[in-house]
C-alpha cells in the first residue's frame, strides 16, 4: 500500500448518508474544506464553485464531484486547459454534468485538464510527491480523489488520460464501454475514441459511483473466482515496462492465482499489434477534423505541440484514416475471440510509476489499444515502487462486460491487498 | 421530371471556374442575387451572411453554400432552430464547416432547421408549391438547393432528415457512411445516429461535392451496369407509401432493367425489421442524455413535443436502451449479409410526395433503419406525382462503399431521365 493522503470513500459516503449518518450539506462541507486546505498546493482545481447546490435527494446526494474542465458546465467556467477559452461560459452543461446533477450530485469544481486533453501539461501536481506529474490528460481529476479533495471526479481518455493518471495517482480510474457514458457537451479531440470516465478512491467506490451515475447495474457483485480466468496479457509493450511495474504484474497474477481465480497467460494477437498501432493515426486525423476549427482561429493561443498535433492530422489522406479503422475493426472482432477464453486481462496500467517533472504526464502506451477497441478497463491501484510511488495494474475485459470488469477487478483489489 | 424552378449545377459551375470561364466572386454574387430574390418567398434562410469572404483558391472556390443551423458558426449567429439559443455565436466553426472553408467555399448562410433538428418545423415551404411541407429536419438546406438560391447545402439525419427533405424539395440528398463527414460542433440529438449529410441539384452533383469538400474519391464515376445488381427492397412500409410513390419505384426498377442493371427483388430479413423498430427508442434515449441539459434550462423555450421527447428519453431505461443496440448490431450484421448479393438497393425516400401543410415535416419510415444501419444512402430526384410534386427514390449501399453508390445512384439518375 502506498502510504499516501486519505482519500474519501464514496462507497461509505452514501451508505453513511443513507443510514442517517451524514447529512449532504455537511459531507459537502467536508469536500470544500479539503479543497481550502490542500489545493493551494496540489493544484487539481482550475475552478472551485463559490456556492455549489447541495441536494438533499438522489442516489448521489451529498457526493461533491470534480468535472474535468473539458465538459460544459453552464454555471462554472469552462476553459478546456486553453487560454484560447479563458472565461467560456458554456449556455448549458454536458450531459454526464446534467447526469450527475440529476442523481444528486454537487458539481463542486472543475478540474484540471491538459489543453484539450492533449499533452500540454496543466499546473496539477503529483499528491504523493509534488515533484512528480499526476499523469494526464485527466490530471486534476485523479489528484483531487487521491488527496481526498473529493469522493468521486469525471474525467476522459482517448489514449490513456483516465488509466494512467488513475496509476499515477493510486486510484481507480474506470474508462467504460465506449458509449456507456456520454460525451455530448465536451469538447471532442477525436471523436470515435473519446470516452467518458470515472475516478474514485477504490475499484468498489468507482462501481458504486457509476451505478449511481447512470443507473445501470455496475456496483461490485460477488464473484465466485473458482468460475473466471484471468489473463495476464503479454505484449510487446511490457519491454517498455520498468521492473517494479513487472513485478507488481507478477504479484499481481499471484495474488490472483492465491484467491482461487484460474490464471493464464495470453500472448497478443496480431491484430490487436497492428491496431495498437493504427490508434496514433485515428487520433490525429480525427483532431485534424474536430480541433481544425480552433486552429482556424485560436492558433496563437495554442502550445506548439497542439498546433503541430492538429496540423499534422490535417495532413493525413483519407485513404490512410480509413486503412487504419479497418485495422481497427479487425482488432476488435480478434479482442472479441480473445475474450471466449478469458473473462479478465491484466496488464500495466503505464510503463512505471508516474516519472518526475511536470512538463510531460507520461506515457499512454498500455492504454491507447484498449481505447479503440472501446472495452472496459479499470486501474487497480495498490502497488508501490521502491520510492512508495503507486503503481497501477490494469484489468480488462469484452465490450459491454462492464460489471463483470468490476467485481472482478474489485475482488482482485481485495486480493491485492491481502497477499501484501 | 417536375417543373420545378431551375437549380445552380454544382459540377458546371466548378467546371466553369476551372476553365476560366466563371470567377469565384460572380459565381457567389449569383447566389446572393437570388436570396435577395427568392428568400422572401422559401424562408429557406435562418440567417444570410452579410459580406461573406470569397476565397480565390481552393476545390470549391466560388461555390456558395448554404449550412444547417445546427452546426456551429463563429461568425454567423447559431440557434439550433430554438428561441432558447437566440443570438447564440459560438467560438468556432463546426468540424464539416471549417472543412467547407478550407475547401474554398463560402459559407453564405445557415438555413432553417426544424427545432433542435427534430420536427418542429420552421418557417420554410416547399419551392414546388408553397403551401407543402419541404421536409425536415433539413428543410431549409433542401429548398435552399431546390429553389436555385444555392448550389449545395449541408444538413443531418438523425431518422430521414436528409433523404425526406431531399425527396419534397425534388433535389439529391446524400446521407455518407456514419462518420464519413465529421459532426463535432453541431447540435447532437442522437449521438450514435446522427449523420452529417450534402444536397445538390443532382447525384453527379452531390458527388462532385463530397469529393471537393472531403478529398475523398467519391465523385461518380463510370459504371459498367452488366456488372451490377440493383435489388427492389420489400419491407413492411411498402404498404404505407402511396400509390404514385409505388408506380415511381416500380418505373425505375424498369428504367434499371432498360440500362442493362440487373435487377432483383429483395425481401426485408427479420433483423432488419426489428432494427427498425429500435431505432426510436435508440433516438429517444440518446436525445434524453444530449438534450436534457438544455430541458433541464430551457423547458420553457421548448416546444411541447421537443419537451416530451426528451421528458421520454429520460425515461428509457439502461436495459432497454442496450437491448435496443443489441437489435441494431444484429441488423448491422444482416445488412452485411445483403449486399453480398447486391450492389444498390432500391426504396421509396418517402411514402409519397410532400405533404400539404407547414405543421408537419412528414415521415421518415424508409429512413430511420439506414441511418441506424450506417450504411450510405441517397435520394435519386426526378419522379413526380400527379400534382407535379417531386418524388424520390432512395438507392441504399453497403457501409462504407459510398462511391460505387453515388455512381450507380447517378447512372440510375440518368437512366430515369431517359425513361421519361
Known sequence: MTAGPAMMRLAALVEARETGRARPDHMVALSRDAIARLDGRIHAFAHVAEDPAVS???????????????????????????????????????????LARRAGATIIGKTVTTEFAYFEPGPTVNPHNHAHTPG??????????????????????????????????????????YRL??????????????????????????????????????AAGPVDASTITVGVYFCPQLDGADEAMRLALEQAAEAAVAAGFTVVAVAEPRPLMLAREAHGLI???????????????????????????????????????????????????AARTLFDDVDVLLTPSAPGAAPEGLASTGDPRFNKLWTLMGTPAVNIPGFSDAAHMP??????????????????????????????
Open 56 to 98: 438533499a435527494e438522489g442516489p448521489l446526494a451529498g457526493i461533491a464531484i470534480g468535472v474535468k474542465d473539458i465538459f460544459d458546465t453552464y454555471d462554472q467556467p469552462t476553459c478546456y486547459g486553453s487560454p484560447a477559452y479563458a472565461g467560456n461560459r458554456p449556455a448549458t452543461d454536458a450531459a454526464i454534468v446534467a
Open 136 to 177: 494526464g490528460s485527466s490530471s486534476g481529476s485523479a489528484a483531487a480523489v487521491a488527496s481526498g479533495m473529493v469522493p468521486a471526479a469525471i474525467g476522459t481518455q482517448t489514449g490513456g488520460s483516465v488509466i494512467r493518471p488513475a496509476a499515477f495517482c493510486g486510484v481507480a480510474g474506470y474508462k467504460p464501454s
Open 181 to 218: 457514458l456520454p460525451t455530448t457537451g465536451m469538447k471532442h479531440f477525436a471523436p470515435s475514441l473519446d470516452t467518458a470516465g470515472l475516478f474514485a478512491a477504490s475499484v468498489a467506490d468507482v462501481a458504486v459511483f457509476a451505478e449511481r451515475l447512470t443507473g445501470r447495474a455496475l
Open 283 to 333: 487520433q490525429d486525423c480525427e483532431a485534424g477534423l474536430a480541433c481544425g476549427p480552433d486552429l482556424d482561429r485560436f492558433s496563437d493561443s495554442m502550445s506548439p505541440r497542439l498546433r503541430e498535433a492538429i496540423r499534422s492530422g490535417l495532413m493525413v489522406s483519407p485513404q490512410d484514416y480509413d486503412d487504419a479503422r479497418r485495422l481497427a475493426k479487425r482488432g476488435r472482432g
Open 391 to 420: 503503481l497501477g495494474v490494469q484489468a480488462v475485459a469484452r465490450f459491454g462486460h462492464d460489471r463483470t470488469l468490476l467485481s472482478v477487478a474489485s475482488r482482485l483489489e481485495q486480493a491485492f491487498a491481502e497477499a501484501r
